[in-house]
Nanobody, 127 residues
Framework: QVQLVESGGGLVQAGGSLRLSCAAS????????MAWFRQAPGKERDVVAA?????????NYADSVKGRFTISRDNAKNTVYLQMNSLKPEDTAVYYC???????????????????WGQGTQVTVSS
């Protein structure tokens, strides 16, 4: 069982930056691929960024955030991060952390395969 707790959301002006953190419980965090999803009002929850287990050799990003967002992980701290730069009003959403056991060091689960979820943190970008 893995519990995930997000932090770092808030209100920021367009062009600003935020760093989200997701702290995980459990001793096997390094074996989980991790991802950040977001859900805006009236829209589906979609993946923003994902990182493979252990060394995070593989990372994937939604086209809308490539070059602006960076996902990373610190296995010693059982934490995954999402650094968000050059924020836009359309980035406004509730951001969720998700985890799924990764069978290989290069595996990235599909959107529907994530088992563990955090409660979410609100990010609001004003114009």
């Amino acid at each position: 069982q893995v519990q995930l707790v997000e932090s770092g959301g808030g209100l920021v002006q367009a062009g600003g930056s935020l760093r989200l953190s997701c702290a995980a419980s459990g001793r096997t965090f390094s074996m989980y691929a991790m991802a950040w999803f977001r859900q805006a009002p009236g829209k589906e929850r979609d993946v923003v960024a994902a990182i493979s287990r252990r060394g995070g050799t593989v990372t994937n990003y939604a086209d809308s955030v490539k070059g602006r967002f960076t996902i990373s992980r610190d296995n010693a701290k059982n934490t995954v991060y999402l650094q968000m730069n050059s924020l836009k009003p359309e980035d406004t959403a509730v951001y969720y952390c998700a985890g799924q056991f990764g069978p290989t060091d290069r595996s990235i689960p599909t959107k529907g395969e994530y088992t563990y979820w955090g409660q979410g943190t609100q990010v609001t970008v004003s114009s």
